[in-house]
């Protein structure tokens, strides 16, 4: 079985600054990694995904992740966050064995303080 | 609005009462999702349908759940005699059929959220 493993729950950060969010998987085969982030009273939205290729993905608002597949590592990076950052995110891991359900960690609250 | 689409937004029940979400996915979707989130975890999956097809439950669906997509379109999910354990976030999401590397993008819903008293 899968599991996705966020280390931080919480993050808080001043705007302007980096941010860098953990996430480790458990899953001996051919994986697809998702961030998924939920702002405030809003549905859960795709932030960006790895499938295959280039390790370094880029999302939306600036957000990267980089698939380091030897530490079975997806972490969530943002060389600058913005107020409007605050919300949740969360990692996930799919399967490539034809399923298609989403394994999601629990999810880190980052809040910014302006 | 053409995303997912889920109803009620909030539900409360008492405790031992039957209850029933709906959700809408996106029109073309042939994948349609049912995952629950408690408080301070992420989304878990409960079971998935391929148009009317459920193709996978978890073992979290007790037998006090039940979930249909009768013409591959809409989907309700039903808790019976719910339990205080019930209360939670219900979402719902869609996805296309896969292409044969298997990649999917699920849209999610807004959620369904229970609580049972």
């Known amino acids: 079985a899968q599991s996705v493993s966020q280390h931080n729950h919480h993050v808080i950060l001043s705007e302007a600054a980096s941010l860098e969010l953990g996430c480790n998987y458990s899953?001996?085969?051919?994986?697809?990694l998702f961030w998924y982030v939920q702002y405030p009273g809003q549905h859960l939205q795709l932030l960006l995904k790895y499938f295959s290729g280039d390790p370094l993905v880029k999302g939306i608002k600036g957000f990267e992740a980089e698939f380091i597949k030897s530490k079975f590592s997806f972490n969530l990076r943002k060389p600058s966050v913005q107020w409007s950052d605050t919300a949740e995110y969360f990692c996930a891991v799919t399967s490539d064995s034809g399923y298609s359900t989403l394994t999601f960690g629990k999810g880190t609250m980052l809040l910014v303080s302006p | 609005d053409t995303g997912v689409s889920q109803d009620p937004r909030h539900k409360i029940t008492k405790r031992g009462q039957n209850v029933t979400f709906r959700c809408d996915p996106i029109?073309?979707?042939?994948?349609l999702y049912w995952y629950r989130q408690t408080l301070g975890q992420g989304p878990e999956f409960l079971t998935y349908f391929q148009n009317e097809a459920q193709l996978e439950k978890s073992r979290l669906l007790s037998d006090r759940f039940s979930a249909e997509r009768p013409k591959g379109s809409f989907s309700t999910l039903e808790i019976q005699r719910t339990e205080q354990g019930d209360s939670a976030m219900y979402l719902c999401?869609?996805?296309?059929?896969?292409?044969?590397?298997?990649?999917?993008?699920?849209?999610f819903g807004p959620g369904t959220r229970l609580t049972v008293l």
């Open positions: 029109s073309e979707h042939n994948r």
């Open positions: 899953y001996g085969g051919t994986v697809n």
């Open positions: 999401a869609s996805s296309l059929l896969p292409a044969a590397v298997s990649y999917n993008e699920q849209f």
